[in-house]
């Protein structure tokens, strides 16, 4: 469904902020749907970028973690040097223009696949902001459950643990996100479906619609009935039924666009 490179001129006329715009502002319920194109600006790498898994080829699985010491080890020798670095990622324009239209009461939620926790640093309400892949910055026993933050991990390697193990139950840590193979987090997903199948318009933000079962959410609010409109700056699968396809950057961008949906006597 990716659209063909001769566009038309009609569809010229809609790939524009103006007409995403227009789009958005006669919907009653938004909600944004973020990929890792969002956070770049702030430092992360894109998964499908030069340093991104795909093109690195280290695609981490929970099989290997569970059934190779050496990998656990690396991984949090790994963690324990670049946490601080993900702890100082701060949010950029895209995060805050999306926080803007949540705070004029035109924004209902947000679903990301990033594990960044940037869009909860903006300062979105927690209640709408549903992280798809979970949280770099809660980690939790994979046998038990048991939870902790990021910070409290964190300092027990400082203090000189090399693999840290659950104080409850003996069983391995590893942060709170999702690998490759494993299932999207049942309530998360029940939400986020939810949420796509009642919103009036989709927006999505730096995804390359490409990792499923995520991608298939805008899929869902679009057979629901709402409108979508897609800023990202490579062709995606759904470019074909997008109300308004932006192919640009997310920061600058959603500043403007949420510029303009809330623009006095738009």
């Not at 939810?194 to 999505?204: P, Q, W």
Request: proline share 6%; net charge positive.
């Amino acid at each position: 469904m990716v659209r063909d490179a001769a566009v038309s001129e009609d569809r010229r006329e809609m790939d524009t902020v103006p007409a995403a715009a227009a789009v958005l502002r006669s919907a009653g319920r938004i909600v944004a749907f973020t990929g890792a194109g969002i956070s770049t600006e702030s430092g992360i790498p894109d998964y499908r970028g030069p340093n991104g898994v795909w093109t690195t080829g280290a695609i981490p699985t929970m099989t290997g973690f569970r059934d190779d010491p050496a990998v656990r080890r690396a991984y949090w020798e790994g963690r324990r040097t670049r946490y601080p670095e993900m702890v100082a990622k701060r949010p950029n324009r895209g995060h805050q223009a999306l926080v803007r239209l949540e705070r004029a009461g035109r924004l209902a939620a947000v679903i990301t696949q990033n594990i960044d926790g940037l869009h909860l640093a903006a300062g979105h309400d927690p209640e709408r902001v549903l992280e798809l892949h979970g949280s770099s910055h809660v980690i939790r026993c994979l046998d038990c459950d048991r939870r902790w933050s990021g910070a409290e991990i964190h300092a027990r390697l400082s203090a000189g643990e090399s693999v840290p193990g659950c104080h409850v139950c003996g069983g391995p840590l590893r942060a709170a996100t999702i690998l490759f193979g494993e299932a999207l987090p049942p309530v998360a997903l029940s939400r986020a479906t939810g949420a796509a199948a009642h919103c009036d318009a989709m927006l999505v933000v730096g995804s390359s619609l490409a990792v499923k079962p995520a991608a298939q959410v805008p899929e869902l609010a679009h057979r629901a009935g709402a409108r979508l409109v897609i800023i990202n700056r490579t062709p995606t699968p759904l470019d074909g039924i997008a109300d308004a396809v932006l192919r640009s950057e997310a920061g600058p961008t959603l500043e403007a666009l949420v510029e303009a949906i809330l623009a006095r006597g738009a």
